[in-house]
């Protein structure tokens, strides 16, 4: 047996015998003479058993690794991009591509000559055998790649998809479409970079079957905020995934874009029943709107000026106030809507009781805005709304109309409603009560504040009185009838 067969037999190594003569071989016309056979194939043994960054996935690689070799599919291909480098006369070039395989992504970049390459021999779908160096990029590790082979022969199980969905999304993805519905918006906001000029960002909630993802739009998709309302479906094209505070967005820049759909695409909410909540909970809930207060603003520590609006929130398990902070609180919200609020914080609020906090991370949504819009679905919306007051829809009938009459003027709570909430109530009401008459009426406070409204079912009432009361109580006042409102004397 000669010096190579010895060497072999040593190893533990699935390379064939051939395979390693030949390398061998190889290795000693390399050197020039200056190694022999047996040495030669000490070389090559020590660089198979050495194992040099070898990982058996993606999510082993570290920034601190000298270097990793690794088997992985490519997801998509960056654009070709050339930059000027200190002191060199010649560009340097580099492409970003992404590879995956069945325990994640990553980031891998090609520099110069073998950018150029990638950049014309590359495709989606191929699998390469790669080996670089790990470092720290700003969306997680990266590698740097100095040798990749085509590995034809090798099946990666990585599926490339034409369409995501939420469920699908993860950390360092790009060219991303999401088809899904719009449950929320938020404001432009500008900000200054660090070369002086000025940016713009907003940012949409977007839903669909799977779960939903913040969508945050740079620059110039940054109108589609302004241009999209709640409840369209559209399509993220082009997004890229990020990280921030622990969850995952998709980001949309100048090469992607929002467009609007002519299509349906379901979002179920998972919500968790109001009575169960406990504080330090972040979760989705959904009900009837029982109260509405007015909007509040107030100054910060840093002399800005922020603002919320309080609500109450009922559903079959119980009640809840939810205080709706910054853009939230401009949110068009009254009486009988129905509302699903996600990502909201529950902690320790009035009188030991629960809050709901709606921030900046939250979505408000309403599924009847007015009595103006669609007749089927403000119907469906209004009975889920009176449901949360108690009772049947039906003997909830001339509340609906109130509450609906409150969401043609000003806030619910305001002066403005409450007489709306009144001549409503005058036009459905078949009491026929003279001015200056002393009159009783018992009734369910549907509307608080001053004056309160009061339903029995069938009649509804609009109640002028200091009495503390709260919605969902039941009362009877006793008091002089002006001008269809009751000047309570007494209350009990």
Request: glycine share 10%.
């Amino acid at each position: 047996m000669g010096a190579i067969e010895d060497v072999y037999e040593d190893l533990d190594t699935e390379v064939s015998f051939e395979e390693f003569e030949a390398a061998v071989n190889d290795k000693v016309e390399q050197m020039g003479g200056l190694a022999d056979d047996e040495t030669a194939a000490m070389l090559i043994a020590h660089e198979l058993t050495d194992q040099g960054g070898e990982v058996s996935g993606i999510a082993d690689i570290e920034p601190g690794m000298d270097e990793v070799k690794f088997l992985a599919k490519v997801v998509s291909i960056g654009e070709l991009r050339t930059f000027e480098r200190d002191g060199e006369d010649e560009d340097g070039r580099v492409v970003n591509v992404e590879v995956a395989d069945s325990t994640g992504r990553v980031r891998i970049s090609f520099w110069d000559e073998m950018a150029a390459d990638v950049v014309d021999t590359l495709e989606v779908g191929e699998v390469l055998r790669l080996a670089g160096r790990p470092k720290d990029g700003f969306n997680g590790v990266e590698v740097s790649v100095d040798k990749a082979e085509p590995a034809p022969g090798e099946d990666v199980d990585v599926q490339v998809l034409d369409t995501y969905r939420v469920e699908d999304l993860s950390l360092g993805l790009s060219d991303v479409n999401l088809k899904g519905k719009v449950l929320d918006t938020s404001e432009i906001r500008t900000f200054d970079r660090d070369d002086g000029s000025e940016g713009r960002v907003a940012n949409l909630t977007v839903g669909d079957e799977t779960g939903r993802v913040r969508v945050t739009l740079w620059d110039e998709q940054a109108d589609r905020a302004d241009e999209l309302a709640t409840g369209v479906t559209v399509e993220v094209v082009d997004g890229y995934v990020r990280e921030r505070d622990g969850s995952l967005e998709l980001h949309v820049g100048s090469r992607g874009a929002v467009e609007e759909l002519d299509e349906e695409v379901q979002y179920v909410p998972d919500t968790a029943d109001i009575e169960d909540l406990e504080i330090g909970q972040t979760v989705d809930i959904a009900g009837g709107v029982i109260e509405t207060d007015p909007k509040r603003t107030f100054d910060r520590d840093d002399g800005s000026q922020g603002q919320v609006r309080n609500i109450r929130v009922k559903d079959d398990t119980g009640e809840i106030r939810v205080a709706l902070w910054g853009e939230k609180a401009d949110t068009d919200v009254d009486l009988a809507d129905h509302v699903v609020l996600t990502d909201v914080e529950i902690k320790d609020g009035w009188q030991e009781d629960l809050e709901a906090s709606a921030g900046w991370r939250s979505t408000v949504s309403v599924t009847r805005d007015s009595i103006g819009g669609d007749a089927e679905s403000d119907s469906a919306s209004s009975e889920q709304g009176l449901d949360a007051f108690g009772g049947d829809s039906a003997s909830n009938a001339t509340s609906a109309d109130a509450a609906a009459a409150a969401g043609e003027g000003e806030s619910a709570s305001g002066s403005g409603a409450a007489a709306a909430v009144a001549t409503k109530a005058d036009e459905t009401s078949d009491a026929a009560d003279a001015d200056g008459e002393t009159v009783e009426f018992t009734g369910t406070v549907v509307q608080a504040g001053n004056p309160v409204v009061l339903d029995n079912g069938t009649k509804t009432r609009s109640v002028q009185t200091d009495a503390k009361l709260r919605l969902g109580e039941e009362v009877t006042v006793r008091g002089t009838l002006r001008e269809g409102t009751i000047d309570a004397a007494d209350v009990f």
